[in-house]
């Protein structure tokens, strides 16, 4: 899942073990696909790209929880201007529902926290 500082995001599933493949979908509709990888094992972290269908692309660097495998959190740029937040976990989406919200709402809750910091 990324979050745009626009108000949109994409939301998908990562495959594979050490690197792997991204697919997602922005909430127009749009298809995305990249490619994610471990970088370092010591450091839990590693880099992602994607690139839309529309012309769109992104780079994101995260870090992972090693106690948790699938569980990423990270920042990245899109079309090399707009900054990001990326969000990944097994149980992610399910989290967020048995807590009565949706995937849409994660987003806005965070550009919330945002705009408060920027604030202060």
Known sequence: MACFENGQSIRGATFGWLSGNI??????????????EILSTADASGSA??????GSYGNASFSYDR???????????????EAF??????????????AGGHFDQLCDALNG???RRSAL
């Open 67 to 81: 106690a948790k495998p699938g569980t990423i959190w990270g920042r990245g740029e899109l079309n090399a201007s």
């Open 85 to 98: 937040q990326v969000w990944g976990g097994w149980d992610l989406i399910q989290r967020l529902q048995s």
């Open 49 to 54: 790209q994607f690139i839309c269908e529309d």
């Open 113 to 115: 926290l945002k705009e």
């Open 23 to 36: 697919e997602g979908k922005t909430q127009d509709g749009v298809a995305c696909r990249g490619k994610w």
